[in-house]
């Protein structure tokens, strides 16, 4: 019989980031560019996604969410 799959929770994911030193959080600024927690602003055309995770609640559709990790021109791995 298979084995069922381990599904990882955001704050599981987040902390993996965290342990690999990639807790760069970007936030969405007033004028429509990212903000790193370094303070370091991006445009959009900036960033490119290379992973995403997508988390569903159990029994509310509401509760659903993605995590997107970006990475900057210099190799800089962020998350928003």
Avoid: C, W
């Avoid at 084995?3 to 760069?24: F, V």
């Avoid at 927690?37 to 509760?63: C, H, M, N, W």
């Amino acid at each position: 019989m298979e084995q069922p799959i381990a599904m990882n929770t955001l704050s599981q994911i987040l902390e993996k980031l965290r342990l690999k030193g990639k807790d760069n959080e970007l936030k969405m600024t007033d004028h429509g560019k990212m903000q790193s927690q370094l303070g370091k602003i991006y445009k959009p055309e900036d960033l490119t996604i290379v992973k995403t995770y997508r988390f569903e609640g159990d029994s509310d559709p509401a509760d659903n969410s993605v995590l997107y990790l970006v990475e900057d021109q210099e190799k800089t791995i962020g998350y928003i």
